[in-house]
Each structure stands twice: as structure tokens, then as C-alpha cells.
């Protein structure tokens, strides 16, 4: 059971998931009478699994979730697992993505060198007899100047991963979850539950 409601990561996750391990693993959505949990976890790991182990609980189901983060050098790491309320609570992607375009010009970070950063994503699956199973993608970039793009949802429109020119919201979806940090990490997860599902 996916642990998220969020539909832009909902669709990705299900399209990542399906595309490693077809129909040996089936996501359900979320129930909507279980309500969002509070992500009051100081590490993606955490995060991940008070989600992931709240909708186990509420549900009796095994259930996934995850927590990502983007960690911008010239910021410190930050916004890191603030990423999703860089902003505040209730922040827009859009509102996110201001802020941190503002942050990098005060921090006078101009070249992509010096607007190196990093994509975080902890996968985690909690089975309701208190098994885990976790894993972990990242992927290197930068942070452009400006939006570009029109697909994806969060950062995207600003993150350059290595060795591409194009934005995460310039790829088409195939391209960008072959290369993110959600799809390194969705992929290892279905790897995981496929092995433990295993006689």
C-alpha cells in the first residue's frame, strides 16, 4: 500500500515500481480515512518510516513510503529533509523553488560548480509484523538559474543531474526515472521486497 497521497509521487512511484518488478508487487492507494502523518523524523529515514509504519498500522497491510531531500551545497545541505516545507508547511512546489533560486543568488552561487547538489530519496516498506525493508537512491547535479521545463513536479524544473543539460522537467518521464534518485531508490526497494517475498 503506497503510504503517500500525494498524486504527482503516487503516479511516479507506481510507474517506477511496476517497470522493475511488473505484477509481482501490487500498490494500493492509500485509504482516505487515514489522514497525512506528521513528518517530525531530523532524517529522511525517519521520515519514511513514520509514514510507512503508520498506514501499516492503520491498515494491518504492508505499506511504502518514502522521504526525499535535496542537499544544495553553496545552502549548507539545506533544504534537506525540509525539502517538501522549505517554505513553510503549506508551500507550492513553485513557492519551494523561489525560495531556493532566491537563497542561491544572496549566497552569490552562480556557476553550476558552485550550485552543486544533490537528490536523496529513502525508500522504505514496514510489514505489519515490524519487518523492513529499505533502500536508498542519489543522484549529483546542479541547480540552473532559472525554471525550464514543464514535467515532473517539486525541484525538477531546476535540478540538472550530471552529465545532461536538461532539466528534470525537460525529460519525458522515462528518461528522468531511469536517471533520479526516486527511481534508484524504487528500483532497489522492488528488488528488496521481490527477494523477501521469495520462498
Do not use: C
Not at 107 to 112: E, H, I
Not at 146 to 155: A, D, L, T
Amino acid at each position: 500500500m503506497l503510504a503517500t497521497a500525494n498524486p504527482d509521487k503516487s503516479h511516479e512511484i507506481v510507474a517506477i515500481v511496476a517497470e522493475a518488478a511488473g505484477d509481482r508487487i501490487e500498490l494500493l492507494a492509500r485509504p482516505m480515512t487515514v489522514g497525512e502523518v506528521e513528518e517530525t523524523g531530523d532524517t529522511l529515514e525517519e521520515n519514511a518510516r513514520l509514514k510507512a509504519r503508520a498506514v501499516s498500522e492503520a491498515t494491518s497491510m504492508p505499506a511504502i513510503a518514502d522521504d526525499t531531500g535535496l542537499e544544495v551545497e553553496a545552502l549548507g545541505g539545506a533544504p534537506g529533509v525540509w525539502s517538501s516545507r522549505y517554505s513553510g508547511p503549506d508551500a507550492t512546489y513553485d513557492e519551494n523553488v523561489e525560495k531556493l533560486l532566491v537563497e542561491l543568488r544572496l549566497a552569490g552561487a552562480r556557476t553550476p560548480a558552485e550550485r552543486a547538489a544533490r537528490f536523496r530519496t529513502v525508500a522504505l516498506a514496514a510489514f505489519p509484523d515490524g519487518r523492513e525493508v529499505v533502500a536508498v537512491g542519489a543522484v549529483d547535479g546542479y541547480i540552473a538559474t532559472s525554471r525550464r521545463g514543464s514535467g515532473g513536479f517539486g525541484y525538477d524544473p531546476v535540478f540538472v543531474p550530471s552529465g545532461h543539460d536538461q532539466t528534470f522537467a525537460e525529460m519525458d518521464p522515462a528518461q528522468k526515472h531511469a536517471l533520479s534518485h526516486r527511481g534508484r531508490a524504487f528500483r532497489a526497494l522492488a528488488v528488496g521486497l521481490v527477494a523477501e517475498s521469495s520462498p
